[in-house]
């Protein structure tokens, strides 16, 4: 099991460019694939951006692609999400997980217990 630790975060304003960050210990040793996920109030978690072992594969949701990136370091067990030109839609609380595989899919093992984003306008 992996145990992850967000940071960053908190209140900024629309546009901004603020990152969270991601760290991870336990089963560091694995490859596993990093994931970052969000769920805005009254809304169900949605996922955001996932990030393979080797960082080669990323994928996206629509909602972020072009805005956002994700981004590892192995060697320091980090996973980081860097945010560009938020919208007050990008208000949520964002979860990193860590993936049963070294690509990305749809399984994830370990969370989180998130950071919190709000996009004041």
């Known amino acids: 099991q992996v145990q992850l630790v967000e940071s960053g975060g908190g209140l900024v304003q629309a546009g901004g460019s603020p990152s969270v960050s991601c760290a991870a210990s336990?089963?560091?040793?694995?490859?596993?694939?990093m994931g970052w996920f969000r769920q805005a109030p009254g809304k169900e978690r949605e996922f955001v951006a996932c990030i393979s072992w080797f960082g080669g594969r990323t994928s996206y949701s629509n909602a972020v692609k072009g805005r956002f990136t994700i981004s590892r370091d192995n060697a320091k067990n980090t996973v980081s999400l860097q945010m560009n030109n938020l919208l007050p839609e990008d208000t949520a609380v964002y979860y990193c997980a860590a993936g049963r595989y070294g690509v990305c899919t749809n399984d994830f093992a370990s969370w989180g217990q998130g950071t919190q984003v709000t996009v004041r306008s």
């Open positions: 336990g089963r560091t040793r694995d490859s596993y694939a």
